[in-house]
């Protein structure tokens, strides 16, 4: 039995974390009167929400969103200050004249053609996971799609963070005052603005367009037809807010998957044209666009209940996805559902996302890195924190996940590890050492009382003590590390170093081999072999 819910609850912090129970509970009720919330681009505090009549059934929401005749997109942020979004607030005959321009410089082949851009950034932003445990919303799902939305636009590398940030106060799901919330929007608007309208300027001056795609929109053309300035910036932010964001929580919602299902990374380890199955049925499960709110346009009826018109209705895309009678078993991840493609989370009809294909390839781009160098992914210790500002994206702020690396690629990570250790030691940065060694490491250094740090060490504390020891008993005249091997979790250094002891004057010239081993990426047990003979004959002199 569900328990009760109200159509008010649709908009608290709790069910917006995990709105499927309520869902359930209310979706024979539908269409139901009650809901209130903001669209995107409002501002809480300053504009009153929308009250809507909510539709949860996959039958009432696919229906409402084949007739954009009688549920209009136009005004949904009408008597407010939020910008109008190009396509997404528009309706026929705007929105097909507005569309056909839009996608003779939007292509197919402009997406496709992406592939290696996006990849790049897969890699680096992979590249730069830590060992251990991490967060893989802010290391991995933020940066991919912000990153993209600057190339694809052709503007400075520098601009990521303020798209994350434009697309997080937009979008609703940053916690934040009317005030900043505001000033975000309009510093947002201001800039794409002046940007286009300079792009503009410099192609009215005979300059030859950019391959980029603000220039494509600028010069796009339709049956005559070209956008304005203004289309093309509402277009440019409309691409940011809707892409960074709702791109970012299709990312984590498929990392979240991924690691709550081993044996479905498993079955993409082997069969990697099952990535786009896989999609599909993440956005049919938990796809980020949960709702948006449509206007009626005449008296129309829906599941025996009539909706006036200039009433409001809110097409819940998620509550279809759920919705058994299409989909049985809906709280069930099934790789192999055979109708998960008939999931609404990117629209339906003439509202269909844009930028679907861009936000899959990026997704299926990420997957495919991960699978290319990791073993498994699994959750984390630290607890997932959900999004619980707005509905309209479902996912998670934070998500601590923890990846095993494919041997050699773990091989290869425990040899970088091991030469930022040397580098730092060459640095005399011993707080930097101490970062990379683990809490129970075991150091292990060969030979008689006479040479000042040899002994055994446990712990931090003594490896400090241990470095601290070193680097003031001796002048480090060479220290090469010429070779290492790896395998599994230890790696052998062999070198070269000459020292000269400080206290005598003695110089030590002699081979080296370190033996590490590594746990979770750091330093566990570290043994010295050198010259001991030369080493205590340098003390001892």
Known sequence: MHPRYEA??????????????????????????????????????????????????????????????????????????????MLVNHDDPEHAKLRRIVVKAFTPKRVRELRPAIEAVVRDLIGQLPAGEFDGVSALCAGLPARLMVHL????????????????????????????????????????????????????????????LIDALLTAESEGQTLSTDEVWRFCFTLVVAGSETTMYFAANCLKVLAEHPEVWAELQTDRSKIGRFLHETLRMTGPPQRLFRQVTRDVEIGGRTIAAGEWVALFFAAANHDPEVFPDPMRFSLNRENAGQHLSFGHGIHYCLGAPLASLEVECLI????????????????????????????????????????????????????????????????????????????????????????????????????????????????????????????????????????TGGSIDSDFVHVITIRNGKWLHFRDFMNTAAAQEAFGA
């Not at 995107?40 to 969103?65: C, E, N, S």
């Not at 192609?203 to 980029?212: E, I, R, T, W």
């Not at 050699?408 to 050492?433: K, Q, T, Y």
């Not at 008689?448 to 055994?456: K, L, V």
């Open 8 to 85: 008010r609850d649709l908009a608290t912090p709790e069910v917006i974390a995990n709105p499927y129970p309520a869902y359930a509970a209310l979706r024979a009720e539908s269409p139901l009167p009650g809901y209130a919330d903001w669209p995107p681009g409002t501002v809480p505090g300053r504009d009153a929400p929308l009250r809507a009549w909510a539709l949860l059934k996959h039958a009432h929401v696919q229906a409402a969103a084949r007739d954009p005749v009688t549920f209009s997109s136009a005004n949904f942020q009408q008597g407010t200050g939020a910008p109008i979004l």
């Open 153 to 212: 636009l052709g503007l400075p590398a520098d601009l990521t963070d303020r798209f994350q940030r434009w697309s997080n106060a937009f979008m609703l799901s940053a916690d934040l005052s009317a005030e900043d919330r505001d000033i975000s929007n309009r510093e947002m608007v201001g800039y794409f603005v002046q940007t286009v309208a300079e792009r503009a300027a410099r192609l009215a001056a005979g300059a030859s367009p950019n391959d980029d």
């Open 368 to 503: 495919a890195g991960l699978l290319d160098g990791y073993r498994s992914l699994r959750p984390g210790l630290a607890p997932t924190v959900a999004q619980t500002a707005t509905l309209l994206q479902h996912s998670c702020t934070t998500l601590p996940l923890i990846l095993e690396p494919k041997l050699a690629s773990l091989e290869a990570s425990n040899i970088a590890m091991v030469r930022e250790v040397f580098a730092r030691f060459g640095a005399a940065d011993v707080p930097g050492i101490l970062e990379l060694l683990d809490d129970d490491v075991v150091i292990d250094f060969y030979g008689p009382a006479t040479i000042p740090y040899a002994g055994h060490y446990r712990t931090r504390d003594e490896a400090r003590r241990f470095f601290d020891t070193v680097l003031a008993s001796v002048d480090i005249h060479q220290f090469d590390a010429e070779e290492f091997i790896a395998s599994g979790d230890k790696v052998v250094v062999t070198g070269h170093l000459r020292l000269t002891a400080r206290k």
